[in-house]
């Protein structure tokens, strides 16, 4: 998570797209224009808080819940999402749940537990 996030900072799409999973959404798109687009519409990350993790659950599934803070459009702005990891050659980013800051207290309130 910490290294995505610094690739996000750093607009690094070629080690973004290089840590997707291969059951990603975007591994479907053509390659140069997902990045392209991620690059055309990136905020300014400013910082990354760690809210809790999981350990791999029984399909092999681990979770980070995360709030990021940003500037988008000149505005400051906070987020907050549960990402969901699995491995292959190394840890890959599936998919996440995007939620609310304010509500980003634990996994088990992110997945209505």
Not at 6 to 15: L, P
Not at 29 to 35: L, M, N, P
């Amino acid at each position: 998570m910490r290294s995505r996030f610094t690739a996000f900072v750093k607009r690094d799409a070629d080690y973004l797209w290089k840590t997707l999973h291969s059951q990603h959404e975007a591994r479907r798109q053509d390659e140069a224009e997902w990045k392209a687009a991620l690059l055309r519409d990136a905020p300014s990350y400013t910082s990354l808080r760690i809210v809790e993790t999981a350990e791999p659950d029984g399909d092999g599934v681990a979770r980070v819940l995360f709030v990021v803070r940003y500037r988008a459009k000149g505005r400051a702005r906070v987020a907050a999402e549960l990402s969901f990891f699995a491995q292959e050659d190394a840890w890959r980013y599936i998919d996440g749940i995007l939620t609310d800051a304010a509500s980003a207290t634990s996994i088990a309130a992110v997945e209505g537990r």
